[in-house]
């Protein structure tokens, strides 16, 4: 009698730890059908939208046929670009820093501080490039958008500049140093190209990190309706166009959103997978 | 060095008697360049940290006109009128800590057996592909997130799920009144999928930290998998779990386009969760263009300066208790 209770006990057990198992699968088919579900819609919504005028032209007033989303998808190139040339020496700088000199107490609080201003919401930061180059001057700019976005970029380019660097094998860093190289030398001429990759990974990743912000966008670089290419103008972005088609009331301006969507979505993903790439080569050669 | 001397290899730098010989002026050189270097590569550092103290200063100051004249009731007033000049931050902390912990809610344990399926049970392929798929959900801009919930989710919520969920659970205030499909809810459910991949990857990383032995000795006891994940695995990690979900309520509390575009933005306080809301983020992404008097916008700033004070420490806390975990490894 007692064996055969502790037999069913055993076999509860057991279809209890199959269920367990196919709940957490569940969870994990959820998490991951989401991905799946938001992508074959929008792309089903939004590849209908994509035509030469979509990427080709200005947005038209509504009621206008046509029309297109080509000033922001030039504007978001154009702040990215200058958001990465402000915040890659910085941030590569710091990363180095980090890398060579990480030790004491001073590194460490960078590190943190680092890490927590990952977490600060970007329309806080947006509200920061306003109070510093949109209120002095008085008129929104693609320039003070940059200066959002870069500093969205920074916890990122910092994290794996350094990571890059560590992840060199010590014996190379010693030996260098042991050839009589100096930190710089070591640094500039073995460490840096063979950091290069992981480097390149951590930059895609953060344009990829801010090429989908529009928060910080919506007071700084504002929008405009031409091909506005002066950085201290205000500049229409992708995103920020998305939003603003999306919140209107016409259907037509809908379909638009969907497109934008649609290339957004497409171009982070491409830099996601980008960085993947980047960094194999790397990895197999360990 | 005596060793070559005495095999009769004179090394080129030792004189005859055995003697290293120095090239001073050469070593200074390298000195000052390693000192030079190291002066150079302070200076980023410096800027990086100067910009995050200018970030508090400059909302600080920024709202220093909202403050002198509102001064601590600005976040229990429940007020906001712009047209007469009344700023009361209430509303919206209020909707958002509401949709941020109920986003945590919903997130919290799909993400953690989430992550205990990538870690323990899924075949080694398998479990990479689906932890990739789950860290680009990371990856998606928040406006498409937004038109999702907008165009998908809310009129989901508006015709089928919240009837169904009021004609059973109607008599809790929660779920009472009526549905418009953005909400509080909506924007919560929104949330949720845009902080599961925070909460399934740092999880994910922990279970699989867990040293061998403890899920060895699990096993050996008679455990089934199931058994050795709940009360062995789960326990061990829970800190680490708990920091990961701190940091996705900082994702949250933070997120701003998504939730504009799904909570209804409207300055009330409602019990039902079926009503519009409104966040700090998105109140200033809506507003801030249009303010029209300097303490109008002043009052905004002073909510985005809110929201950057309560997510310093979030995220401080958060990054804390992950700091302390990984050091103990």
Known sequence: MAEVTASRSVKVRHMMSTLGTAGTAFCAGLASGLLLLLLVYVTIQGIGALNPSFFFDVPKPVGVPGGGVGNGILGSTIMIGIAGLLSAPIGIGCGIYLANFGRGPAAAGVRYLSDVLAGIPSIAIGLFAYTLFVQPFGHFSAFSASVALGILMLPLIVRTTEEAFRAVPSEIREGSLALGLTTFSTTMRVLLPAARPLLATGLILAIARVSGETAPLLFTAFGSQFWETNPFAPMAELSLQVFTYAISPYAEWHRIAWGGALVLIVVVFLLNVAARVVIKPVAKSR | MSVEVQTGAQPLDASPSGRVIVDRALVARLKLSDVSFRIALTVAPLIYVALIVALFLMLAKGSSEAFAKFGLSFTWNSVWNPVTGQFGGLPFIYGTIVSSFLALLLAAPVGIYAAAYLAEFAPPLLSKTLGFMIELLAAVPSVVYGLWGLFVLAPIIRNYFGPAVQS???????????????????????????????????????????????????????????????????????TGIFGALVLALGRALGETIAATMVIGNRPHISASLFAPGYTLASVIANEFTEATSSIYTSALIELGFLLFIVSLIVNGVARLMLWTIMRQR
């Open chain 2, 168 to 238: 059973v659970l109607g008599f809790l205030p929660i779920f009472q009144g009526p549905i418009y499909g953005i909400g509080m809810l909506t924007a919560a459910i929104i949330l949720s999928i845009m902080i599961l991949p925070t909460v399934t990857a740092i999880s994910r990383d922990l279970i699989q930290a867990v040293p061998a032995a403890q899920r060895e000795g699990s096993l050996a006891l008679g455990a089934t998998r199931w058994e050795t994940v709940q009360n062995v695995l789960l326990p061990y990690v829970k």
